[in-house]
């Protein structure tokens, strides 16, 4: 399989944090799963049911957990047939660095095996995406320069055979918080970046911004001063420059724990306007667990919501 040295950088580019979003965005955080002594979530879906009648629940997911509180497996069940499932593992070495996500269908013959290898500080040194089969999707290996803090500063991308294909430089402000990653192809012109911008004491995090590029930005994330991600504008790349295509906006409550996720679209609004479609409010007991999710949607044309999906969960802890 011959890839162009752009198609190379810019698959890696593209699943480099596909195993992290994997992992409930956020929820649990490692702190919370390895406090609670978290084994496993199980999150149920209810059926609601327009006569009333009661429905039991369907199970739909499985998240399991290490008692370091990562995240080592995620199932998602079949729809007709909860004892079947597709699953992605994650391994890690001792120092917790993610080193291999393994992505498989049902009947384990399609999906994708992601592998790593790190050096002693976490800095990644190699990368391969296959195929159950054996088929290599890319390969590559990493020579990495550092500053005189042992800061990444840039890192270049070989093919299987140590050619250059591509690099990305990292930037940092006098307290040695990342403030730029600006990845390249071969070219002058960055095909990547992303932004860091923080609040006045130049260590609290307050706005990321990434750009397909060097002008066309793609995302926006805004963060609370004690850290809580607030605030997401997504961006339309086939509308012109600047067009939101979504906004998400989170509220916590005094435990820090998002109660509430709100998205906010342009779907069927003339001039793009923005509009509430989607309303998700998280219920807890008295941790850092959820019990139940409810999920609005709003009726197009109106400001109408209609309660459409009920998730439940049940929990497994370690002795």
Known sequence: MI???T?????YLAVGSVASCY?????PNEKCAAGQKLKS?????????????????????????DQAGRHTQW???????????????????????????????EDGKDGTIDSARTDTVGYLVYRRLARPSGEVLFEVSFTNEFNQRKQLVKATVLDKQGKPQGYTKYTYNAAGKPVSETSYSGSATPQQQRLHYYYPDGSTLRKTVDIRGSQDTTEIKLFTPNGLLDTE?????????????????????SQQREVA???YSTDYLPGNKLALSRREVSQYATGCLK???????TTPFTTEEKLGVVFVYRYALYH
Request: hydrophobic share 30%; glycine share 4%.
């Open 261 to 263: 996720h709100l998205t």
């Open 23 to 27: 992992a409930q965005e956020e929820y």
């Open 291 to 297: 019990t139940k999710t409810l999920i609005y949607t």
């Open 41 to 65: 979530i199980s999150q149920y879906n209810v059926e609601l049911s327009p006569d009333g009648a009661k429905v039991p629940p369907r199970l739909i997911d499985r998240f399991f957990y």
């Open 233 to 253: 504008v997504h961006f339309n790349q086939q509308l012109k420059r600047g067009t939101i295509d979504y906004k998400i906006v989170r509220r916590y409550d």
């Open 75 to 105: 199932r998602q069940y079949n729809v007709r047939d909860s004892t079947r499932y597709t699953a992605r593992t994650f391994s890690y070495d001792a120092q917790g660095h993610l080193l291999k996500t393994v992505d498989l269908s």
């Open 3 to 5: 890839v162009s040295p």
């Open 7 to 11: 198609t190379l950088l810019t698959l």
